[in-house]
Nanobody, 121 residues
C-alpha cells in the first residue's frame, strides 16, 4: 500500500508563488511516475505535470512556463513550484503516483487527499 501526503497549499495574491510538496510512503516501486493534478470548483480534475523516477517531465502547455515539477527520489517527494499565480489557478491540487506492480505488470495509481491553493486578485 502507498500513502501520499500533500502540503504547501495556501492563500496567495495574484502574481505570487507557492511550492507544493507530496511525500510518498509505503511500498513504492523503483519504477514510478509522480505528478500533480488540480480540480477547480465545479470543474473536472485536470492534469498539471508529471515526472518519472528518471527525471523525465511533462506539463500541460498552459502551465509549463510558470510551473516546475521536480523530485527528490531519496525522500520519495515530488514538488511543484508555481510562479506568477493567477486567480484561475485556484483549485485543490492532488498528488498522484503511478506505481509499477511487478506481479500484474501494470501501474497502479494512488492519490493524495489534496491541498487547497487559493489565488486572490
Amino acid at each position: 500500500q502507498v500513502q501520499l501526503v500533500e502540503s504547501g497549499g495556501d492563500l496567495v495574491q495574484s502574481g505570487g508563488s507557492l511550492r507544493l510538496s507530496c511525500v510518498a510512503s509505503g511500498s513504492i516501486s523503483s519504477s514510478n511516475t509522480m505528478g500533480w493534478y488540480r480540480q477547480a470548483p465545479g470543474e473536472q480534475r485536470e492534469f498539471v505535470a508529471y515526472i518519472t523516477n528518471g527525471g523525465v517531465t511533462n506539463y500541460v502547455d498552459s502551465m509549463k512556463d510558470r510551473f516546475t515539477i521536480y523530485r527528490d527520489n531519496a525522500k520519495n517527494t515530488v514538488y511543484l513550484q508555481m510562479n506568477s499565480l493567477e486567480p484561475e489557478d485556484t483549485a485543490i491540487y492532488y498528488c498522484n503516483l503511478a506505481n509499477w506492480n511487478s506481479r500484474n505488470r501494470d501501474y497502479v495509481a494512488y492519490w493524495g487527499q489534496g491541498t487547497q491553493v487559493t489565488v486572490s486578485s
